[in-house]
């Protein structure tokens, strides 16, 4: 393939081609640098000025590299209660009792393991980075306010969420055990590539019987940098990035999701979680508390427990268990992990990686780059350029990955594409840490190829590309 | 494997260590003519020597803790328990300065867990009020009790603990895969000596009847000679990671840690030294230390629990760092140790910023100081567990003073660090951040 180098503005209106055309590199005077009609990064500031130079476990561990010293001490403060377990109410540590009774985990970290990603559970070893949401069928007229509010119809016994662990006296709703089926996929030059299926199983259901019209969603925990930094991208940017109906026929129709705002009671654009189903960082945080360690704040008064778990009889935590003042901490520190410098740009096979990651079409829902709005509260987060590498839309990502479970208007074959910032470090951070909303992926490979719907035909020139540019595609993905 | 938070490098001449003593060199200024700019290589140099002290000065008042604990097992009386008792706080107060050791230099935070873990689930020592006792869920070790038990099954794990020695507790940290199974280090010999602490936010700290430690009928809550047994190899191993550490920053030895930091590029020397002030100031002292506990009004994240005696760890952990920045550190026997410093590096270049600094570093010993002193007055005395009381308006304000204090004094320490051409405090892999 030819590779044109040109400088000076070029504007290319059509759709980026990878076969047969010639691709052309605009290196603009400010510094900027486009490729095949997507902007190619060419600083290693990934998360702007707070960006941290760290490449190790703890890479995803550090404050915004810009934060001021008070704040510094608050995201302290924030890492402690994310790190630190709740404990059953009542107990001496007033602050961090309430836990459960029914519960994931009883710390942000036991799922968010080092800040990073969570892994599906090993072979005979209890799921706690990844759980079962779960649903049951709607009526969209007889559910309506149930859809409005919460986007799915969660179980009338389950609730919302499979939650696998209790306090003692109390039993875990169940257990849940994963197994797998292996299957082949061979690329174009004859490479086979061995790939993983989940099967989940439920088994010992203590609530009664679990229903033949359950549906679950399986979710592991994502990373946690540079969330604040998501969140300040202003809503009209993302908004402009969405095609529903597919207008430019680039056979990508991504979409915003349209979800719950409980602060303000009504309905506002969603941006966090596997399928966008949170509108921001806070609500996402109290959703966690309250689904997975059963946990009550001023925002979710209730957690996953119904009527019929009889949770009421184990002391609560005091009302809301995590206080306001707690709660604030913890979202000021989940919206303050600095996202890590990119590594090895002066490489050729990492640059070449680029150019194919913008030709291949990844870039076109990984949309590589945004600058946020301005916060005066949060200086650190304002007017940065920052390369996430994801435009937050849903997209039809296939059979192969759909959980066919609906979410407010996410159907059950779309999720949010995925940022793809820290993603070279992810297993550096979480050694098991997989890929894809289930961990399935164990490499960046395997995540490509997991890839259907509307990324059927980046993912199919990917497996047309001779062994080195899948190779150079995969190191500048490590890179990022 | 015994003794198993000990990197490499473990061939060390531990009797060079020992000829060093105290008060041989106070006041001794070395490592640089005096008509020269100080450069970073003898800073650095320096501030091995400061460790040295530092951490001989914590071996020599084990060893005086190791030989009222003796005493005590030997001769269980209320007067000896109380020796003990003594001995253990004065043992902290160099302990507690060379914690700023620990940051920026990981092999002294990778020892660290052996010696000064934190908070620990104390049922898997001993006997615990069970009301009063919280531990982490799930943790199977949280309520083992090895002195009472010739074997122990923690995460399906049976051990056999029948003969305790001081390399079967090292063993035995974080066993089960919790770090909150804390089984040696100065909070472990806390608890033996002082017992739970069951007053909550109201005065008074553990009572442990010395009767715990008295042999035949007069044995209280059974198993004295385990108990008794325990203490004495808990102590051994507090000498001998002490001795370890020591010869780690001796001077003379070509394969040991000081001997690696001093060859190493001194600039990042200086980088390891504002970082270790810095993490410890802000993040550890100021943060975990300090605020958390007073945000979520929790005795239970009280550092020196057992003892009351946390006022005095803040206090030493912030002169921790005011010695590594003035190259000063008095000892145990009151000598002084000096020698080129931060301050000497930052006055060369930029001497308002260093004025500065010493003056902030000056004011959070004055705001910790009046922690200490509020906890020690003999009238109405305010431990810590008791300012971060719900409601205690008075405590509070005594404890964010000193968190402001080392909060500003931090911004000073990052401006030293751009002043002397560190752009970045990073961490290099100590693991710990601001």
């Known amino acids: 393939m030819k590779t044109l180098l040109l400088t000076g503005a070029l504007a290319f209106a059509s759709a980026p081609l990878f076969a047969g055309a ?12 486009e490729h095949a009609g997507y902007a190619l990064q060419t ?4 998360g702007g000025d707070g960006t941290v130079n760290q490449s190790d476990t703890n890479a995803f561990s550090l404050p915004q590299g810009n934060l001021s010293m008070t704040k510094r001490l608050d995201f302290s403060v924030g890492n402690s209660f994310f790190r630190n377990p709740w404990v059953e109410a009542p107990a001496s540590t007033k602050a961090r009792d309430g ?12 799922c968010h393991l080092k800040d990073g990603r969570g892994h599906p559970p090993a072979v005979d070893t209890p799921s706690v980075s990844l759980f079962l949401r779960l649903a049951v069928p709607h009526d969209a007229v007889k559910d309506a306010d149930i859809l409005r509010t919460n986007g799915f119809k969660p179980h009338p016994v389950y609730g919302a969420q499979l939650q696998t662990s209790a306090l003692p006296g109390a039993k875990p709703e169940a257990d849940l055990v994963l197994s797998w089926t292996k299957r082949i996929e061979v690329l174009a030059d004859g490479t086979e590539v061995e790939l993983r299926e989940p099967v989940y199983t439920i088994e010992n259901p203590n609530y009664g019987p679990l229903g033949d019209n359950l549906l679950i969603s399986p979710r592991v925990a994502p990373p946690m940098i540079g969330m604040g930094l998501l969140e300040a991208i202003p809503a009209e940017t993302v908004a402009a990035l969405a095609d529903s109906d597919d207008t430019n026929g680039d056979g990508i129709s991504g979409r915003v999701n349209q979800v719950w705002d409980i602060a303000s009671q009504q309905t506002v654009p969603g941006r966090f979680g596997w399928k966008a189903a949170e509108p921001d960082v806070h609500q996402q945080s109290m959703g966690a508390f309250a689904g997975d360690m059963g946990l009550t704040s001023s925002l979710k008064t209730a957690t996953d427990c119904t009527p019929s778990q009889n949770c009421d009889a184990w002391a609560n935590g005091g009302d809301p268990e995590v206080t306001d003042k707690i709660a604030d901490f913890v979202t000021f520190y989940s919206k303050s992990l600095a996202v890590p410098a990119r590594r090895d740009m002066g490489s050729a096979t990492v640059q070449q990686g680029a150019r194919l990651f913008n030709e291949t079409g990844c870039a ?6 945004y600058v946020t709005g301005v916060n005066p509260q949060r200086p650190d987060l304002s007017s940065q350029t920052i390369w996430p590498y994801s435009d937050l839309l849903l997209h039809d990502m296939g059979p192969a990955l759909a959980d066919g479970r609906d979410e407010f208007l996410a159907d059950g074959n779309e999720w949010r594409t995925a940022p793809l910032w820290g993603v070279g470090l992810a297993q550096q951070v979480n050694p098991l840490a997989g890929f894809l909303h289930d961990g399935r992926a164990r490499t960046l490979e395997e995540a490509i190829l997991w890839h259907g719907g509307e990324a059927q035909p980046a993912s199919d020139r990917y497996r047309q590309m001779m062994v080195k540019e899948r190779n150079a595609l995969i190191e500048f993905l490590t890179s990022l | 494997m015994p003794f198993l938070f000990r990197p490499a490098p473990m061939a060390i001449a531990v009797a060079a260590l020992l000829v060093a003593g105290c008060g041989t060199n106070g006041s001794v200024a070395k490592n640089q003519p005096a008509d020269q700019k100080i450069d970073n290589s003898a800073v650095v140099a320096h501030y091995a020597d400061v460790a040295h002290a530092t951490f001989e000065d914590a071996l020599i008042t084990a060893r005086t803790l190791n030989a009222a604990t003796d005493r005590l097992i030997a001769n269980p009386t209320e007067a000896n328990l109380q020796t003990a008792k003594e001995a253990w706080y004065a043992a902290r107060v160099p302990y507690q300065q060379s914690e700023v050791f620990r940051f920026g230099n990981t092999l002294v935070d990778d020892w660290e867990g052996q010696v000064n873990a934190w908070p620990l689930d104390e049922g898997l020592i001993d006997y615990v009020e069970s009301d009063g006792y919280q531990y982490e869920l799930g943790n199977a070790g949280a309520t083992a009790n090895i002195i009472a038990s010739n074997s122990i099954n923690v995460g399906g794990e049976q051990l056999d603990v029948s003969t305790l020695t001081a390399e079967l507790l090292a063993d035995l940290n974080e066993i089960g895969g919790s770090e909150a199974n804390v089984a040696s280090g100065y909070h472990a010999i806390e608890f033996l000596l002082w017992g739970q602490d069951l007053n909550g936010f109201s005065a008074g700290s553990g009572e442990r009847p010395v009767s715990d430690y008295q042999q035949g009928t007069d044995c209280t809550n059974g198993n004295c000679n385990r108990r008794a047994d325990y203490l004495d190899a808990v102590t051994d191993l507090l000498i001998d990671d002490l001795e370890w550490m020591t010869a780690q920053w001796a001077e003379g030895s070509s394969d040991n840690y000081r001997a690696q930091l001093t060859s190493a590029d001194a600039s990042e020397g200086v980088q390891k030294m504002l970082f270790g002030m ?10 975990e230390r300090m605020k958390v506990a007073l945000e979520a009004n929790s005795f239970e994240d009280e550092h020196d629990c057992f003892s009351d005696n946390t006022h005095n760890s803040h206090y030493y952990n912030g002169q921790g760092i005011q010695n590594v920045y003035t190259g000063t550190y008095r000892r145990v026997d009151n000598s002084v140790v000096t020698g080129p410093s931060l301050a000497d590096l930052v006055e060369q270049t930029n001497p308002q910023l260093n004025a500065e600094l010493n003056k902030q570093l000056n004011e959070s010993m004055q705001a910790l100081g009046l922690i200490k002193a509020k906890a020690e007055s003999s009238q109405a005395p305010m431990a810590f567990d008791m300012m971060i009381a719900p409601g205690n308006g008075e405590g509070a304000k005594i404890v964010n003073n000193a968190i402001m204090a080392l909060v500003v004094q931090t911004g000073s320490i990052e401006q030293a660090a751009r002043e002397l051409g560190i752009e970045a405090l990073s961490p290099d892999d100590a693991g710990h951040s601001f």
């Open chain 1, 22 to 33: 010639a691709v052309a590199t605009v290196a603009g005077a400010d510094g900027s640098s």
């Open chain 1, 43 to 46: 600083t290693p500031m990934t």
């Open chain 1, 99 to 110: 836990l459960g009774p029914l519960f994931n985990t009883n710390a942000c970290q036991g």
């Open chain 1, 364 to 369: 076109a829902c990984h949309t590589p780059t």
């Open chain 2, 278 to 287: 810095g993490s410890l100031s802000l993040g550890e002292l100021a943060g």
